[in-house]
């Protein structure tokens, strides 16, 4: 976990080695590749710039062609207005042959204004005017009753053929009154929509090289972010990203060491599963400054601090803790840092378990070595009393069955006769059977029972052992006033013939034996193929 110190840059070179990274990718391939983070990025960055681009340009050409519109309706009314109250209008309108007299006139104001036709006509909309000649006396194509009642209509309509083409035209609709404010007349002026379209025409090539420049400076903006994002996640895809970075939280909060990360202000960000038993922090820790945790004065003022730390050691409610302190960017004048945790005291545990176990192999060696490499039973015997001396038990003692000693093969009804045959330890201190010394075995007596079952038995308490006290009252009362206090008896055999029995014994100081004959003594169980559930082959 020394590496996670190192910061983000640790995290970026895993990044770029990590096993979805997969080979370099081509930046071009990579930037439009839809599979990655950064080329879907691209897509929908350049999708969303058309959109918003081609939804300005509209918007610019509709108000255009709104604002020509009203321009267009403007014109049309001022030229209507201006030729129904030019002078003589109301008395042409009376004359015996209006259309003499206002059909030059209407031209020429239709030409002066801009216009596209100004019609005038008589109250029941009888046209005395019109650009094209054929088209006066016929009815006028448009809404003269509001005129008549003295207003102003503005209005979109079709009608016979102009100069400019036939089409709809914005027209205005406005009356003719006389000197004594009479309805005489009514005229209407109007232009086509495709004139009306040729007011703002002019100004669709600007909105459009707009439009466009405005989506070149977009879509290289875009590509400047969407690189920037591809080189920070590698052309990796979302399910790539997502996949890896659990990988990562998992390790992060699986180690065994605590982390921690803060900020340049001392606000943690980070603290893993380790880093929160080992400081006990609360679940609410992440995102507060560390002089609001309630640790220890001299952890707190070395998480806050910004000066890095090796191996410096701590003692946080009884646990001895080794901290190390890095910057997480080590080129930046301003930065987090990254602390790492060891629990020291649960390392010295470890430790001793590690040494138990290379002494429980060494002890299982030197049996391998001095056990069984005999032919002679009792020889073998005898190696396996000095090897289990003091290293499993303070005294040993092995007993073979008599009829295995005269070279027969024993049954079962002749278990109980046995001699000694070995004894290793204090045993000049002890009230045993002599070596050479035949022993007969009382049924309920831990050896029997391991003969019968041919499975180890353990007495952790020899106090309350009463098969074990029957055999012999005197012996065994004697041994317990000299600080025996617990056994474990094994069953001998050789290729799955019963030979005899090994008794371990333990006193004084010695720690009881214990379930698998793992004691706190030595820690070392070296003789678990003795005290196990089975029995010990002498000649395997």
């Not at 605590?258 to 609360?282: H, Y």
């Amino acid at each position: 976990m020394n590496a996670i110190a190192k910061g983000p840059s640790w995290l970026h070179r895993k990044l770029s080695s990590h096993p979805f990274a997969g080979q370099p990718r081509n930046r071009r391939e990579s930037l439009l590749n839809p599979r990655s983070i950064a080329g879907r990025v691209f897509l929908i960055e350049i999708l969303i710039v058309v959109l918003l681009v081609a939804a300005g340009v509209t918007s610019v050409v509709l108000q255009a062609a709104r604002d020509a519109l009203q321009q267009g309706r403007r014109e049309s009314v001022v030229a209507a207005q201006a030729f129904a109250e030019a002078p003589g209008v109301a008395e042409a309108l009376r004359s015996p042959n209006p259309t003499a007299v206002l059909q030059p006139r209407a031209e020429a104001a239709r030409k002066s204004a801009g216009v596209d036709f100004i019609v005038v006509m008589d109250t029941n909309g009888i046209r005395y005017t019109y650009p094209y000649p054929e088209e006066i006396g016929k009815k006028f194509v448009g809404t003269i009753q509001p005129s008549l009642e003295g207003r102003t209509t503005i209005e979109e309509a079709g009608g016979p053929p102009l100069p400019a083409g036939r089409g709809t035209a914005v027209q205005a609709v406005v009356p003719v009154t006389d000197a004594g404010g009479e309805v005489v007349g009514v005229v209407s002026a109007g232009i086509t929509v495709k004139n009306v379209a040729r007011l703002w025409m002019p100004q669709l090539p600007i909105t459009l090289g707009a439009g466009a420049a405005a989506l070149a400076l977009a879509a290289g903006g875009t590509v400047l972010v969407t690189r920037r994002l591809q080189r920070e996640t590698h052309g990796l895809g979302p399910a790539e990203i997502t996949r890896m970075y659990e990988h990562y939280d998992a390790v992060l909060h699986a180690v065994r060491e605590g982390v921690l990360i803060t900020d340049a202000d001392g606000r943690l960000l980070l603290a893993n599963d380790e880093g929160k038993r080992l400081l006990s922090l609360s679940v609410d820790a992440e995102g507060r400054h560390v002089r609001e945790l309630g640790l220890p004065v001299e952890i707190t003022r070395l998480l806050a601090a910004g000066e890095a730390v090796t191996d410096e050691v701590h003692v946080v409610e009884g646990r001895l803790l080794a901290v190390n302190k890095r910057p997480t960017f080590p080129y930046r004048a301003r930065g987090g840092s990254v602390v790492t945790l060891r629990d020291t005291t649960e390392l010295t545990v470890v430790s001793g378990r590690a040494k138990a176990a290379r002494e429980r192999l060494d002890l299982l060696y030197e049996s391998g070595v001095r056990i069984g490499t005999r032919l002679d039973v009792v020889s073998t015997a005898q190696d396996l009393a000095q090897v289990a001396v003091p290293r499993f038990a303070d005294v040993v003692t092995v007993d073979l069955l008599e009829a295995v000693l005269e070279g027969h093969e024993p049954t079962a009804e002749k278990w109980r006769q046995l001699r000694r045959a070995a004894i290793g330890g204090e045993q000049q201190a002890l009230p045993l059977y002599p070596l050479d010394e035949k022993i007969t075995l009382s049924p309920a007596t831990p050896q029997m029972r391991a003969l019968e079952r041919g499975l180890a038995v353990l007495e952790a308490d020899l106090q309350r052992a009463r098969g074990w006290q029957e055999q012999d009252p005197e012996r065994t009362r004697g041994a317990l006033e000299l600080g025996v206090h617990s056994l474990v008896t094994v069953p001998l055999q050789a290729r799955g013939v019963p030979l005899g029995v090994a008794n371990f014994y333990r006193r004084g100081d010695s720690p009881a034996f214990e379930l698998g004959c793992v004691s706190s003594r030595d820690q070392s169980a070296g003789f678990a193929l003795a005290a196990g559930s089975g029995p010990v082959d002498l000649l395997a």
